[in-house]
């Protein structure tokens, strides 16, 4: 409230009050108390207005081609965040977006479902985040954003495929071949800089390197893989695990050995790529704990409590057969 509305409510002068309220100038004791007395009652109703209003919702946003490549870094980093709000009294509340459509999104700001967001997938242009911070809705994701407001848990993505494009180096490899998706999404620029930064730091020659962006999907895998095996690459670097499936299935059918005539990694992780025969050498995160982490963050900053801004993780090479050097 104002010094203005105050001194209305009590029917006294402005200043009367902002003497009250510093502690400075001539006021008598009961006026004062009585100031003070209404402040506190006024703040008291105003937290009450405030803890009403809350819905106990986070928003969680998939990006919409989630549930058609059924990738399992979405639904683990979902386990995590459910395990978070179960404990901390939250419930979670789905939606998906695309890069042009956040529909979604709108329609659970707009209808007061939720006190948070949290987006699973950083984009380099991404309207959502714009449109969650221009409402004040509390936004967070499990990504890597320039964005001060926006809570983010992540690993680096660029120095793991660093990392693993070098290891894969010393392991004597020099042709490689690296497959990863759509270019708007932060977390496959990463990868992309990190892999080049590997091959540059080694002494290779960067344009000897083949990349294909916006691969993963089948109907381009007989035309990518024709083309790595006439380029006589000795190792694919897929982007992600949904990614290997798709090039390892491929190379199988059609006769290709792995490690033998190619080798072949990964830059994330999932049940399936170890159980592949052989198994598939891959950058390991921890889904689940990601989710945990940004659900906590969520929460915390929804309930007031200090937090980190951004919070990165560890993450492991796990080197398995598909790799070695025959």
Do not use: W
């Amino acid at each position: 409230m104002t010094l203005d509305e105050i001194a209305k409510e009590l029917n006294v002068s402005k200043s009367t009050v902002s003497r009250a309220l510093s502690g400075k100038g001539r006021i008598g004791e009961e006026t004062k108390n009585r100031i003070i007395a209404f402040m506190e009652n006024a703040d008291k109703k105003e937290q009450e207005v405030s803890t009403s209003s809350r819905t106990g919702n986070i928003g969680v946003v998939f990006p919409a081609d989630t549930y058609i490549t059924s990738k399992p870094y979405f639904h683990s980093c979902l386990i995590g965040m459910c395990e978070v709000a179960n404990l901390m009294d939250y419930n979670i509340m789905l939606a998906t977006a695309t890069t042009t459509d956040i529909s979604g999104i709108k329609k659970l700001v707009e209808r007061s479902k939720v006190d948070g967001v949290i987006l699973t997938r950083s984009l380099e242009h991404d309207i959502a985040v714009d449109y969650l911070l221009e409402k004040n809705i509390p936004v967070a994701m499990t990504g890597i954003c320039n964005k001060k407001d926006v809570l983010q848990v992540d690993i680096d993505n660029g120095e793991a495929a660093e990392t693993m494009t070098s290891l894969l180096i010393k392991k004597g490899f020099s042709k490689f071949a690296l497959i990863i998706e759509d270019m708007n999404y932060h977390v496959n620029r990463s990868r992309q800089n990190g892999f080049y930064q590997a091959i540059l730091k080694n002494g290779l020659d960067k344009n000897k390197q083949v990349i294909y962006t916006g691969g993963g999907k089948m109907e381009l895998m007989d035309a990518i893989i024709t083309d790595i095996m006439s380029k006589k690459v000795e190792c694919v670097i897929c982007g992600d695990d949904t990614i290997c499936i798709h090039i390892v299935s491929s190379l199988q059918e059609k006769g290709y050995r792995i490690p033998k005539d190619i080798a072949v990694a990964s830059l994330y992780n999932s049940s399936s790529l170890s159980s592949f025969t052989p198994s598939i050498t891959t950058v390991n995160i921890d889904a689940i704990r990601v989710g945990n982490e940004i659900g906590k963050l969520m929460i915390n900053r929804l309930q007031g409590r200090d937090c980190p801004s951004r919070m990165m993780l560890d993450y492991d090479i796990l080197f398995r057969k598909s790799t070695n050097r025959v």
